[in-house]
T-cell receptor, first 112, second 113 residues
């Protein structure tokens, strides 16, 4: 039982490049979300999804896109990377928003 | 907007001392969750509180949910070095957009052996 799998674990991008952070869960969870974590800022919600085909914006969505074509996968796309997007990114999944959330191992992204 | 304030931001204790972190919401919450994140790790679920005035215990950890469901606390008795990490609370708003959690900024706990 893999839980929540996030790839890659580390990534360095140049300003302006695009990339996709992958997130997959095998627990048949309906609710999935992406957070970024910066020192002193806690976990800030980027986008979330309450089920396949449904996504919505969190508190810091600018510069990021998501899609949820299947229950299992919830990729996060950086459209044109900026140094301000240097952060640690976590994907999480749960049955519903108010049930235990399982987090991936995180992706440490540096934009130079 | 909806906010969950978490205090203190940092706490440094000697091993064996007690520790408490508090979360205060500007709105009534339908439930609140607590997570622990070890340095370099990812958040791990500890517990969820749902009922007004609820108290739950996990070994040396005691969790409380206020009567008005606007505040919560986590108390650790006799801290150990394994308690080191950042503790987050996350609440679900009882009204408005209740499809996302509102997170506190976390309390980082350091324990001197």
């Amino acid at each position: 039982n893999a839980g929540v799998t996030q790839t890659p674990k580390f990534q360095v991008l140049k300003t302006g490049q695009s990339m996709t952070l992958q997130c997959a869960q095998d627990m048949n969870h309906e609710y999935m979300s992406w957070y970024r974590q910066d020192p002193g800022m806690g976990l800030r919600l980027i986008h979330y999804s309450v089920g396949a085909g449904i996504t919505d914006q969190g508190e810091v969505p600018n510069g990021y896109n998501v899609s949820r074509s299947t229950t299992e996968d919830f990729p996060l796309r950086l459209l044109s990377a900026a140094p301000s997007q240097t952060s640690v990114y976590f994907c999480a999944s749960s049955y519903y928003v108010n049930t235990e959330a399982f987090f991936g191992q995180g992706t440490r992204l540096t934009v130079v | 907007g909806q906010q969950v304030m978490q205090i203190p931001q940092y706490q440094h204790v000697q091993e064996g001392e007690d520790f408490t972190t508090y979360c205060n919401s500007s709105t009534t919450l339908s439930n609140i969750q607590w997570y622990k994140q070890r340095p370099g790790g990812h958040p791990v679920f500890l517990i969820q509180l749902v009922k007004s005035g609820e108290v739950k215990k996990q070994k040396r950890l005691t969790f409380q949910f206020g009567e008005a469901k606007k505040n919560s606390s986590l108390h650790i008795t006799a801290t150990q070095t394994t308690d080191v990490g950042t503790y987050f609370c996350a609440g679900q708003d009882n009204a408005g957009n209740n499809r996302k959690l509102i997170w506190g900024l976390g309390t980082s706990l350091a324990v001197n052996p």
